[in-house]
Every structure is written in C-alpha cells, then in structure tokens.
C-alpha cells in the first residue's frame, strides 16, 4: 500500500513538537485520531534521553509525515507522567486512535528506533520509507542468528562499504567475531570504528558483549560457586563468581538476580562491583528486554530506598 502524504501530510515543523500538560490532549491525544504520534517522555538531567532523542526526532523526520512525534518534559509535567505511570526515563509511547499502541524504556540502538517508527506506522495503516541500510542490518542479524556467521560479516561489511560510519554494521560485525570466538579480532573491530561512532549505542552494547564474552572464557564451574553460596551467604566474591558463570552458560535473568542480591547485602563490596557488572549486562542486552527492564527497576528500588 502506497501511503498519500499530498493533501494531508503535516508541515516540517508540525511533525515534532514540544507538549506540555495544557497542550497534550491537542497535540497527543486528538492528533494521533488521524496520524501516529510518538511520545517521548525525557528530562534535561537524563543522559540516555540525549541520545534517544535526536534519533528519534531523524526516524520521524525521514518518514515524512506518516507518524509525529510529541516531546514531553516530566519535570514540567508530572500530572501527565504520573497518570501514564512513567516509572524511569527515557520512557516513550506510541498513541493512536486516541490509545497507546507500542512503546518501550531506555535507550534503543538507531536501527531498533527506526523499526519501532515502522512499527507505529503500519499500526496506523501506513508504509514506512525503505530505508535499505537498516534493513539489510536487519537481513545480517537474523543470518547471524541462524549461525550464518560468514554471510552476515559480508552483509555487515557491504553496508560499511556503503556507509563507513554506520554504528549498527560496526556493532553486527563485532558480534560475528564473538560468535565465532575470535575476541581478539572483535576488539580490533571495535578499536577501528570511527570516532564520530564510538559512543553509540551499538557500540556500546558491542563493547559490553565482547567484555562478558571474555569472563564467559574465564567462567568456572556453575554447581561449585552455588555451593559455596549456600554454605555461605555472605561469601560475595562466590556470589560475583556465581552471577559470571550462569551467564557464561546463558542463564543471564539468573545471573542478575545474584548480582541484585549481592547488591542488596554490600553494594560497595569490591568498589561496587555488582552495580558494574549489571550495567554491563544491562548495556549488551536490547534495553527493552525484560531482564533490562526488571533489572533497572529492581537495583532502582534499591538505590532509592
């Protein structure tokens, strides 16, 4: 279906807008009766919401009219905050129909924000633009997935050739060295990225797989570090080896939950160790995994008890 964007399409400067509480039935609620419209809840002191933002504002421009997109600061609108339940920021929502119809929390990578745009565009009954990058990205990943190690590195490495500073080919291609086992070399990727990129949400997330790839190496016997957990509570660094070695052997829900609890006995033990390690966790995982979101939830109960 080809979307008609002559007669009803928003102007430029319609498509993005800051709301407040006064204007977010107008620009949110009414708007999204006939069009799409993201809500991204943000504040000036949040740092992942810097990031999130501007890609945000680049998917909705690029669609060009078929979704809009409304910013919402919680500072300066806790009634409406409070009312939609926004527990931690950056928070963001889909509305149409007057209704929510997606969202998610945390920073999203540039290629998972764009899927999201289409997503909410086609649950309008529009068709996303093609974005051919993005999509062969998409295309590398599930090849990877399905152990297709060497296609997905062509594909990667194509989009590079197109794009030398694509941050979502740079993170695939690190990915398949891990895969593969070859750490040196997924280092040697990450270490060859461009500066620009280098901070990115893909190659953070790239940084902190390759990093638990390499205690995944090092990890030792799951039965024995549980063992001596249960001979001894407050044996932390058993615990810390503990949570490493459910997560080498994939059970990442169970290695937060140690890190939590370790967390909960001594958060300062070993310079805070247990926080460093979930964050690590936390950044190579997609940030609206469950295990994400449970996670940040939880050590946020803690830190502001």
Not at 128 to 140: I, K
Not at 256 to 281: M, P, S, Y
């Amino acid at each position: 279906m080809e979307l008609n964007l002559s007669a009803a399409a928003p102007q430029a400067a319609d498509l993005i807008k800051d709301v407040s509480e006064a204007t977010f039935m107008a620009d949110v609620v009414e708007a999204s009766q006939t069009v799409p419209v993201i809500v991204d809840f943000w504040a000036p002191w949040c740092g992942p919401c810097k990031t999130l933002g501007p890609m945000l504002e680049d998917a909705v421009r690029a669609a060009k009219g078929a979704v809009k997109m409304a910013k919402v600061n919680v500072d300066e609108a806790q009634n409406i905050a409070g009312q939609l339940q926004i527990q931690s920021i950056p928070t963001v929502y889909a509305f149409y129909k007057g209704q929510p119809v997606d969202g998610f929390q945390g920073a999203l990578p540039a290629s998972e924000v764009t899927a999201f745009v289409e997503r909410v565009i086609k649950a309008g009954g529009g068709e996303a633009p093609s974005d051919t990058l993005n999509d062969a990205v998409v295309a590398a990943d599930e090849m990877l997935a399905e152990g297709a190690f060497e296609d997905a590195a062509q594909t990667f490495q194509a989009i590079l050739e197109e794009d030398p500073a694509h941050a979502g080919a740079y993170g695939g291609l690190v990915r398949v060295h891990i895969a593969k086992g070859d750490l040196d070399h997924a280092e040697a990727v990450l270490n060859g990225a461009p500066i620009e990129i280098s901070k990115s949400p893909e190659l953070e997330a790239a940084h902190a797989q390759l990093e638990l790839a390499r205690q995944a190496a090092n990890a030792g016997p799951v039965d024995e570090y549980r063992a001596a957990v249960e001979a001894n509570a407050d044996d932390h660094q058993a615990r810390f080896d503990l949570a490493q070695a459910l997560h080498a052997h994939g059970d990442t829900e169970g290695a937060v939950a140690e890190l939590l609890e370790l967390f909960r006995r001594d958060r300062e033990w070993n310079d805070g160790a247990a926080k460093a390690q979930l964050f690590t966790i936390f950044d190579a995982l997609k940030a609206n995994d469950p295990v994400v979101l449970n996670g940040r939830r939880k050590l946020s109960s803690m830190i502001f008890v």
